[in-house]
């Protein structure tokens, strides 16, 4: 007989979100995504450093197969070619940061090996990656405010494909469907992040002609040690809030502390609703 366990949903639901029923306190998950980022951001950096280096080697290695970068530059469809081999070679990786974020969002540990941990999912997370790509671009191409509705309307659909197991077309249409309720909010606190990248860029190009060099570029990596995992802490206490995460447990003291629980229901262990990491 299977054992029994305990299901939580941690945060909001599906149904509730299609309805637009959620809220977004920007001020308060900035808040929370800098606590969570001062303690747990060496998990989601160093998971950022390898797919940064393997997205400089493949680059590398598709550019020299193709001509080289400057003829890459000079030529859109090879420009296309580079970033989509890219895309298929870094977003495994990057799904399982953009996961670490989630994780944080419901009071888990991270380590960096998690960066490994969903490529059973990569397929579904590449063609993904390339669908909001392309969607995304058309927008901008069209006019630059279908693209910028398309990015902050998108932002969620890789832990859809992952947490909850949807393909990458439902979850670009349920992502859609739901955060457009909240865009405004939603729009606030990815511009604040913005804002914050271009205040970092700044001293950076700033002192880049000059002898001061080393010393704009040592600021801007040590801002981007911490605006980079607050990105996706960021995120993942957005997901947490509209879609909600489902936990295991076999006892519910084990539900992590400070987070909304709500609709806890028993299922068999061996179901494969439940989210494990």
Known sequence: MPEKITIVQVGGNIESALKGDYHIDVRATLNEAWQQTLKSRMSINLGLLFSLILGILTSLLVSNYLGGIEAVLADPQASMLLNVVVTIAVWPFVGGVEMMGVLHAVGMKTNAKMTFTFLKRASWVVLCALFTSVLISLGFQLLVLPGIF???TLSLTVPLVIEKKMSPMKAIVISIQTLRFRFKELFVLYFLLFMAL???????????ES???????????FGMSFLAPMFY?????LYREIFGVSLATNNTTD?????????SKKLDSDSDDTFSA
């Open 150 to 152: 398309l990015a902050v």
């Open 198 to 208: 271009v205040s970092l860029l700044f001293p950076l190009a700033l002192l880049l």
């Open 211 to 221: 002898s001061m060099a080393p010393l704009g570029i040592v600021i801007f990596l």
């Open 233 to 237: 802490n960021v995120k993942g206490i």
């Open 255 to 263: 539900i992590p502390v400070n987070v909304n629980v709500s609709n």
